[in-house]
């Protein structure tokens, strides 16, 4: 597919999420920085050792800590995937532990598997996890970014809500995880998951749009993929959540309120 028919495929997708304008980058060139050309050969060599030797130094941390992190997401899985404290490991397929980046910024948490992660030991797969992955790449994020995992790790019959049975005895094991990621960032995904995270009876509806807090962990609500499919009109919403969301990532020291106005519009002409 070349670049065009990429671009229309991507711009078709953003209006089906309910998008009808762009935002435009600014196109002025950067400033040029002026270049001392006086400056020595031996000068310019240390100044280039020194900004080398502190970026390979950084790399090697941040690998080191990602290897530690990985390592401890392992360990924890073996010591959980056999886990029989509540009955619904009768009925599974496959123990759902979760899947990313293990010092990802920001995680994503749903309520519980669904027939295709069952089957496949996976969060997030078949339709609703189609429809996830092509919203994330639109917003400029990937699975190899982020975090996923669910408040069980095994299936409901036939997909009904967790019980807080269930709950009391899986949610220790999330709690494992995100403490072992250190996210910046929480997103609970849909009504059961939020619930669950912020102990609340209150509807998705009231959640959405306002940064609440999980153990210190800022900690936002968007609909559950698998909701978009039931129901297009969450599309719309749901997009302006995750452009928020991104915003939140972008900027994790700067947590701001949500804001649905869009700017400037322009047409896509499509």
């Known amino acids: 597919m070349d670049l065009k028919k990429k671009l229309i495929k991507l711009l078709e997708f953003r209006r089906e999420l309910g998008e009808d304008y762009l935002i435009m980058p600014s196109w002025n060139e950067p400033e040029k920085v002026p270049v001392d050309k006086k400056a020595t050969s031996r000068e310019k060599v240390e100044f280039k050792s020194g900004v080398t030797g502190k970026a390979d130094m950084k790399i090697e941390e941040n690998e080191n800590a990602n290897n530690q992190a990985k390592s401890a997401l392992e360990k924890h899985y073996q010591e959980i995937k056999d886990c029989q404290l509540c009955p619904l490991h009768e009925t599974r397929h496959k123990f759902v532990y979760g899947i990313g980046n293990p010092q990802a910024d920001l995680m994503f948490i749903g309520e519980a598997p669904g027939k295709d992660e069952d089957l496949r030991g996976v969060p997030f797969v078949g339709a609703a996890g189609g429809l996830f992955d092509k919203i994330l790449k639109v917003v400029e994020l990937s699975r190899d970014e982020i975090y996923i995992a669910n408040i069980l790790k095994c299936r409901p019959p036939k997909n009904r809500d967790p019980l807080p049975s269930e709950v009391s005895k899986c949610i220790p094991y999330l709690n494992r995880q995100i403490e072992i990621i250190k996210p910046r960032i929480i997103c609970a995904l849909g009504r059961v998951a939020a619930q669950n995270l912020l102990d609340t009876n209150l509807p998705?509806?009231?959640?959405?749009?306002?940064?609440?807090?999980?153990?210190?962990?800022?900690?936002v609500v968007t609909y559950h993929p698998a909701a978009l499919l039931?129901?297009?009109n969450f599309k719309k919403p749901a997009w302006e959540d995750f452009k928020w969301i991104k915003q939140l990532c972008d900027n994790p020291g700067q947590i701001t309120p949500y804001q649905p106005?869009?700017?400037?519009?322009?047409?896509?002409?499509l």
């Open 261 to 269: 106005e869009p700017p400037k519009k322009l047409s896509l002409g």
């Open 230 to 232: 039931r129901n297009s």
């Open 204 to 219: 998705l509806g009231r959640l959405r749009g306002e940064i609440h807090f999980f153990n210190r962990i800022p900690l």
